[in-house]
């Protein structure tokens, strides 16, 4: 069973934030132009740059869960409809007659947990199907409109308290490399959290407050009460850049 203690209920708020961030399209298609996907890092002209699993535990707040359990694995692997089973609490039947496949990944649509959100019987099933819906469309939209087996997995995980993080790091690159390589595509990591990165390396403050010091401190927070320009197109960012 899923327990809502406080380190979910603080991704719930993370996962608030994320929803409520606007990325800037032309900065993002910018940015990702200056990844090189041969050394797996951004490179602006000498400067090579890349995320951190340090600077992701910062941004996500879990720097006090297990990263020791970060790449341990599970001795009973529960099957994707076990856990979606376990997760959202309604029968086999229901759950099977369900999952979809989408190219070489079983999934969920939306839809169905979206109707489980509203009618779910649990009020506490309801908090964790609406989490995970969010971490399937916003930190990893691999199939719009669907939640794949990998967030089930990563989910399934959290309550483990185990770090999310280098999973979320490895899709990153994984997308920005594919995208590189083939010179278009859909990134499908999580925007939000790289753009938020990004920020937090390029923009010059004048003074730096000391709640940044303070275990309740949000760098997402910040960012997504930060005023920003959305009218800069992508060749002037290049230049900038």
């Keep these: ?3 809502l203690d406080s380190y979910f209920t603080l991704t719930m708020e993370i996962l608030s934030y994320l929803l409520d961030m606007k990325v800037d399209k032309h900065l993002f298609r910018a940015l990702a132009q200056f990844w090189n996907h041969v050394y797996s890092c951004f490179t602006f002209e000498k400067v090579d ?3 951190t699993i340090e600077e992701y535990m910062a941004l ?3 720097s006090k869960i297990q990263v020791d359990k970060t790449y341990s694995r599970a001795v009973n692997v ?3 409809l076990k856990k979606l ?3 959202i609490g309604i029968s086999e039947q229901w759950v099977a007659t369900r999952i979809k496949q989408k190219g070489d990944r079983k999934c969920i649509p939306w839809k169905n947990l979206k109707h489980l959100i509203l009618a779910h019987p649990d009020t506490k099933k309801k908090v964790d199907v ?6 399937g469309l916003v930190v990893f939209p691999k199939a719009l409109g669907h939640v794949d087996k990998a967030v089930t997995d990563l989910f399934y995980r959290l309550d483990k308290r185990v770090t999310p ?3 979320i790091l490895a899709e990153t690159f994984r997308s920005l490399n594919a995208c590189r390589k083939a010179g278009e595509g859909r990134f499908v990591g999580c925007a939000q959290l790289l753009f938020t990165w990004f920020h937090s390396h390029f923009w010059k403050v004048d003074k730096v407050s000391y709640q940044v010091f303070s275990e309740n401190y949000s760098p997402l927070k910040e960012i997504v009460a930060t005023p920003r320009r959305d009218d800069i197109l ?7 850049l």
């Design 130 to 135: 609406f989490a995970l819906s969010i971490y």
């Design 78 to 80: 529960s099957t994707f």
């Design 60 to 62: 996500l707040r879990c």
């Design 165 to 167: 993080v280098s999973v």
């Design 85 to 87: 089973m376990n997760i």
């Design 234 to 240: 992508e060749e002037k960012w290049m230049a900038i």
């Design 1 to 3: 069973m899923m327990r």
């Design 49 to 51: 740059l890349v995320p």
